[in-house]
């Protein structure tokens, strides 16, 4: 943004329509606080059917984006936001289509370098009735984030998944199938335009019981974070350079993270997805990364409103 960041009004997105909107709610009150005081007017704005009408009465000066999955990261709001031409942070809507379906990214991701698990994409009803890949694998929609419907089959299981094969199962008829990769969770965020991104660091995560899903990574004490990683240290570069690979040939722009597979007993990484909006509280993964080299919340939130632009 070329004018002062005194002079602007910016209306902070959340809320929405996905299985994260109570994760968005917190993002974006987070960020919502943290502007209050630097900028001229805050908007906290809980998106619905109805945004386009909501922001064109609004005519904020930048829209922060801190919606989570489906329709506001997936592409979807970044087009309302180009047709009513308002500047807005993260990545743009091509970017965001991109790293919300996990098999079309995979295989934009091989061909930049990066290492991506295989697997692929089936039928639910088919991955309900047989194992489709030998155990053991993950399971999860191919169009959510924040591990929303994922399921591990664990090694030796008589038989397969069969919640994905209910009538109530909300995620799509094909679900993506991928080899359960043994080892540490890691995550990297990188900040920074497509041309020239900068992973911050690594971070550990360890799950307090079972994997690294939805209840470990929003409940309260669900998983411990280590930062920076206690990682061999080909490994951690590697982990550093692969996010701002993926980060680039995605297009990505503001924040991303890159979250991470590491077999320490093979010495082997792989990047899982990119997420393009990652949530935004003062204790998420983003965040921590950030306050770890120097950035505060504030100081964060700050630049991403800095950065906003129309088109992205």
């Known amino acids: 943004m070329n004018r002062p960041l005194s002079e602007l009004h910016v209306a902070v997105l959340m809320g929405g329509l996905s299985p994260e909107r109570e994760v968005s709610l917190n993002s974006g009150a987070g960020c919502a606080d943290a502007l209050e005081g630097q900028v001229r007017k805050v908007s906290r704005v809980d998106a619905g059917r109805d945004l386009a009408q909501v922001l064109a009465e609004l005519q904020p000066d930048v829209a922060f984006n801190a919606l989570h999955g489906v329709w506001g990261e997936d592409g979807c709001v970044q087009g309302i936001l180009e047709t009513l031409q308002i500047p807005y942070t993260h990545s743009g809507v091509l970017a ?12 934009v991701l091989r061909a930049a370098g990066v290492t991506v698990p295989g697997g ?8 309900a009735r047989r194992h489709v890949i030998e155990p053991p694998y993950v399971i ?9 419907g994922v399921f591990l089959v664990p090694a030796g299981a008589n038989g397969p998944q069969t919640e994905v094969g209910a009538p109530d199962w ?3 008829d094909q679900v993506m199938v991928e080899p359960y990769i043994p080892g540490k969770e890691l995550a990297v965020a990188v900040i920074g335009e497509a041309t020239g991104p900068r992973a911050l660091t690594v971070t550990d995560i360890t799950p307090v019981k079972g994997f690294y899903d939805y209840e470990a990574k929003y409940a309260p004490g669900g998983s411990v974070h280590k930062l920076p990683a206690d990682l061999p240290p080909q490994a951690f570069e590697a982990a550093l350079r692969q996010a701002e690979r993926a980060h680039a040939a995605l ?11 590491y077999d320490d007993l093979n010495d082997v ?13 003062s204790t998420s993964l983003a965040p921590e990364q950030a306050a770890h080299v120097g950035i505060g919340y504030r100081d964060l939130v700050r630049w991403m409103v800095e950065d906003a632009s129309c088109p992205r």
């Open 170 to 172: 909300a995620y799509g």
């Open 269 to 281: 990484l792989v990047l899982l997805e990119v997420n393009t909006q990652p949530g935004m509280t």
């Open 140 to 148: 999860k929609p191919n169009a959510e984030g924040s591990s929303v």
């Open 96 to 107: 965001s289509a991109l790293a919300m379906d996990k098999d079309k990214s995979k295989a």
């Open 120 to 127: 692929g994409l089936y039928d639910r009803f088919e991955v």
């Open 251 to 261: 297009g990505c722009r503001g924040v991303s993270r890159s979250d991470f597979r």
